[in-house]
DNA sequence: CTACATGCAAACCGTTTGCACCCTA
DNA sequence: TAGGGTGCAAACGGTTTGCATGTAG
């Protein structure tokens, strides 16, 4: 990602360019993994950017409906996480033990997809998949 | 599904046999989709079963954790839905507008994860597939 | 100047829990 | 008859909303 000031990506979406949404943004951007409106609420406080958690979801769903962003929801975690869509099709490596997410970004079931559609009768547009198992750290705590 | 009375299911699981839980089961190995508590709740009052939803939710986690029934969670679907666990490795198409859910049995990623396994230095015990679009139905509205 | 963004507090809603009572094994 | 199951009401926790104020365009 280029070093970009988020106020035209934000214009080009019809969005007033705040402060807090460059703050947010930036925040996802700069993250590995997807986060949650209140991973994002800590961060930003830490980092003297004081902010409402409200703001924080009212901006969350906000650029998720333009687009910016992606909604990730996975079993077992009630909070709903955030990523920056980067427009690269990308899945997720889930550790059960430690709640790593690490995202891959080969998708093994394009092929798949096209066949669905035709067999199934059903007009795909996308698909999710994650992966879930055991960081290296944590399968050796487990066998051990 | 062969006809059978939960009462040895439930036993071989240590759980007691209340004719609760034998509803529940009954209702969720009848249900050609996952559903969720509250739709098992109304489900239930409709056939003059009346069961507080509290009892639902408990048995919900209950047998989920012994592995009779599995969790499915959706993106936009603030609820999380209960499956019988047939033990068929299996995923859904989501049509995105009437929100149906279609299960399909064939998995086109088994041999995917043997590959993550090794190049990801990952120990992959599962994953979880949706794919989603717009059913027959939907998508000619849609288009017209 | 106006419409949209924000802070704050309260509401919301799916889910969980404490407690008294009930019932299966 | 003991220990788990259930109903009821209240709590919980993530998220949303109403309203008054602030601010970008």
Redesign the interface.
Known sequence: MAIMDYSEELAAFGLKNTKNRKEILKTLVDSSQPLTADQIYFQLNQNGEMMNLSTIYRTLSTLSEKGMLQ??????ESKTLYEYNRQIHKHY?I??DCRAI?P?EHC??A???KQ??QE?????????????????DC?KKRSS
């Open positions: 909604k990730v929801v996975l079993v077992d490596l550790c059960q690490v891959i093994p079931i092929e798949y997809e669905v559609s199934m009768n059903f007009h795909v547009i996308g698909h999710r998949l994650s992966i879930y198992g055991y960081c290296q399968w």
